[in-house]
C-alpha cells in the first residue's frame, strides 16, 4: 500500500506549512500528494507550484470539479502541468452536489450524473491520446457544439500540444453505488470520501468487478497522539461540515453515504442540527465509532494494528490528511 500526502484546500489564504510539509513527504518516500478545490483556492495552481519545489512525488488532484471547467480545459491544465513535472500528474474528478454546482459555478447539476460523468472522461481521454480531433455528440458535452445558440461554424479539433502521456491515470472521486460501479469501468482509479476497512460490506456490490491495477485511493486523518478522543476533533468538525452542510436537506451525497455505512439516524441528527444553525451540536453528535474507523488516530501502537486492517482490503494507496509532520513520519515508518 503507497502512502499519499492530502492537503486539500485553502482556508482563507494559503497555507504556509503545504510546500514543507510536501517536500517533508517526498523525502519520507510518498508517491503522492493532492491537492483539492471548493469554492476558493482552485486545483491545480497550488500542485504547480509543489512541482516547481520537489523531484519525484506524484501529483493528483481530489479532485478537479467537473463543472469547474470543460472537458478540453480540464485535459488541458493535466497535459500542461504533467509535461512541467516531468510525467507526475494523477488527475482525479469529481461532480460535487448541486448546491455547489448551482450555487457557485452557476450551473445546471446534470439530471445524469453516470452520463455526465462518463462523457466528461471520454473528452479528456481522447485529448491525451491525440489520435484525432475530439468529437463528442453526446447529452451534455458536445464537440463541436451543435446548440440552437451556436453558430454552427464549430471545428473539430485536436490539442497542438502533444500530451507526454495518453495513459495518464484518471480517477474518479465517487460515493453512490452505480457511481462506483461505472467508476472501475472507465476510470483507472476511485477517491472514495470516506473508507472505512471494517465495513467492507458497504462497497463491496460496486466493487465486485475490480481490473487489474485499479487504483483506490481514500483519504484519512492521520494523527498520533496520546488522547484518540481529542484527536478525532478534527475529524468530527470535518464530517459535521461535510455531512450537515456540504448539500441540500434534501440532497446531500455525504449525508446519504453515511447512511449507507450503518450511520443513518446519526447522520439525519447531524444534517438537522448544522442546518438549523446549531453547528456545535452537530459536531458533537457525530458519533466517535464513525471518524475513528476511518481515520487513523492514536498512540503509535494503535495505529500501526489499525493499519494493517486497511492492508487488508482494495486499498491501493492511502492519502494522508496530515498537518503534522511527526504523524507523517510515523506513518512512513509504520508503512514501511
Given at each position: 500500500m503507497r502512502l499519499g500526502l492530502a492537503l486539500g484546500y485553502w482556508g482563507r489564504g494559503p497555507s504556509a506549512d503545504h510546500l514543507p510539509l510536501a517536500q517533508e513527504a517526498e523525502r519520507l518516500g510518498y508517491h503522492s500528494v493532492w491537492t483539492a478545490e471548493s469554492w476558493g483556492s482552485d486545483v491545480f495552481t497550488p500542485l504547480t507550484w509543489i512541482a516547481a519545489h520537489t523531484t519525484r512525488i506524484r501529483l493528483g488532484t481530489a479532485v478537479a470539479q467537473m463543472a469547474a471547467r470543460s472537458p478540453t480545459t480540464t485535459a488541458m491544465h493535466a497535459l500542461t502541468l504533467d509535461h512541467l513535472s516531468g510525467g507526475r500528474v494523477?488527475?482525479?474528478?469529481?461532480?460535487?452536489?448541486?448546491?455547489?454546482?448551482?450555487?457557485?459555478?452557476?450551473?445546471?447539476?446534470?439530471?445524469?450524473?453516470?452520463?455526465?460523468?462518463?462523457?466528461?472522461?471520454?473528452?479528456?481521454?481522447?485529448?491525451?491520446?491525440?489520435?484525432?480531433?475530439?468529437?463528442?455528440?453526446?447529452?451534455?458535452?458536445?464537440?463541436?457544439?451543435?446548440?440552437?445558440?451556436?453558430?454552427?461554424?464549430?471545428?473539430?479539433?485536436?490539442?497542438?500540444?502533444?500530451?507526454?502521456?495518453?495513459?495518464?491515470?484518471?480517477?474518479?472521486?465517487?460515493?453512490?453505488?452505480?457511481?462506483?460501479?461505472?467508476?472501475?469501468?472507465?476510470?483507472?482509479?476511485?477517491?472514495?470520501?470516506?473508507?472505512?476497512?471494517?465495513?467492507?460490506?458497504?462497497?463491496?456490490?460496486?466493487?465486485?468487478?475490480l481490473p487489474a491495477d485499479f487504483l483506490v485511493a481514500p483519504m484519512a486523518h492521520v494523527r498520533v497522539c496520546d488522547d484518540v478522543a481529542e484527536g478525532l476533533l478534527p475529524v468530527k468538525a470535518m464530517l459535521g461540515f461535510y455531512i450537515g452542510g456540504m448539500g441540500h436537506a434534501a440532497r446531500n451525497f455525504h449525508a446519504d453515504l453515511m447512511a449507507r455505512m450503518g450511520f443513518e439516524e446519526e447522520a439525519r441528527l447531524i444534517q438537522e442540527l448544522f442546518l438549523a444553525g446549531r453547528r456545535q451540536e452537530a459536531v458533537l453528535a457525530v458519533p466517535d465509532a464513525f471518524a475513528d474507523e476511518i481515520s487513523l488516530v492514536g498512540p503509535r501502537e494503535r495505529i500501526a494494528e489499525r493499519l494493517e486492517l486497511w492492508r487488508k482490503g482494495p486499498v491501493t494507496d492511502l492519502l494522508a490528511l496530515s498537518p503534522d509532520p511527526h504523524s507523517l513520519r510515523v506513518l512512513a515508518e509504520l508503512n514501511s
Open positions: 494523477m488527475l482525479g474528478l469529481g461532480l460535487s452536489g448541486p448546491q455547489v454546482v448551482e450555487g457557485w459555478y452557476g450551473r445546471p447539476f446534470p439530471k445524469s450524473p453516470l452520463t455526465a460523468t462518463r462523457e466528461y472522461v471520454d473528452v479528456v481521454r481522447q485529448v491525451l491520446r491525440r489520435e484525432g480531433p475530439v468529437e463528442l455528440d453526446g447529452r451534455f458535452h458536445q464537440y463541436p457544439y451543435r446548440g440552437d445558440d451556436g453558430t454552427g461554424l464549430g471545428k473539430p479539433l485536436k490539442p497542438i500540444t502533444h500530451p507526454l502521456r495518453a495513459d495518464l491515470p484518471i480517477l474518479l472521486g465517487a460515493e453512490g453505488p452505480k457511481n462506483i460501479a461505472q467508476t472501475t469501468r472507465i476510470a483507472d482509479g476511485w477517491l472514495p470520501l470516506y473508507w472505512s476497512p471494517t465495513r467492507p460490506r458497504a462497497y463491496e456490490a460496486a466493487l465486485s468487478e
